[in-house]
């Protein structure tokens, strides 16, 4: 059997307490991962179902995180190419008026 490709990210230190809101758990390490800059813009996250096994939790649980980033923002999707994480300084600029909408 082939040895998996290293994650794109580093989850060390990512544990969901079970009970207590699992998706929002989620949310909410990620979402301070990317901006605390751990998670840069552009890194891409691993596929649902990988996230879910390595965190021992269900796919749902991830989708549900992912789709809160998604609305705010945080992350974008790529159409069979994953989910990036967004460029969160060009998005700050652009919302304070110091970018130019295209």
Do not use: K
């Amino acid at each position: 059997m082939a040895a998996s490709a290293p994650l794109p990210v580093d989850l060390s230190g990512l544990f969901l307490q079970p009970g207590a809101g699992l998706s929002r758990q989620l949310y909410q390490a990620l979402r301070e991962r990317m901006l605390d800059g751990r998670l840069p813009g552009g890194t891409r996250l691993p596929a649902s179902r990988q996230l879910a096994e390595l965190l021992g939790g269900s796919r749902n649980t991830v989708n549900c995180a992912l789709d809160q980033l998604y609305a705010e923002g945080y992350v974008h999707a790529r159409v069979g190419d994953g989910t990036y994480v967004a460029d969160l300084a060009s998005a700050e600029q652009a919302r304070a008026g110091l970018l130019p909408n295209v």
